[in-house]
């Protein structure tokens, strides 16, 4: 069984920075991948970063590129999304998630819901302006 647990979650000022890790159990996220993914109050869960299986590209959203960055520890199975420069609009519960289908594959694979079988619990980002 595949188990996620996500943590580094809080409340942080425009224009600091958080780190989200996502420990993963029961699947490999180096041949898999990862994805994560955020959901505002009263919005649609969004895309936000992805890591592919296999070769580890990364892949962003339009609205974060250049603040966030993913990574990935393979001995400890876990995934990083930092976060800076963080602005109100970031305002989401994360969640991340394990694909599917192991291989390496584009954005177009990762940045879609339907792409992913297991998602973590979510963890909230407050950031005040």
């Known amino acids: 069984q595949v188990q996620l647990v996500e943590s580094g979650g809080g409340l942080v000022q425009a224009g600091g920075s958080l780190r989200l890790s996502c420990a993963a159990s029961g699947r490999t996220f180096s041949s898999y991948g990862m994805g994560w993914f955020r959901q505002a109050p009263g919005k649609e869960r969004e895309f936000v970063a992805a890591i592919s299986g296999i070769a580890g590209y990364t892949y962003y959203a339009d609205s974060v590129k250049a603040r966030f960055t993913g990574s990935r520890d393979i001995a400890k199975n876990t995934v990083y999304l930092q976060m800076n420069s963080l602005k109100p609009e970031d305002t989401a519960v994360y969640y991340c998630?394990?694909?599917?289908?192991?291989?390496?594959?584009?954005?177009?694979?990762?940045?879609?819901?339907?792409?992913?079988?297991?998602w973590g619990q979510g963890t909230q980002v407050t950031v005040s302006s």
């Open positions: 998630a394990v694909p599917s289908r192991l291989g390496l594959y584009g954005s177009s694979f990762y940045s879609r819901m339907g792409s992913y079988d297991y």
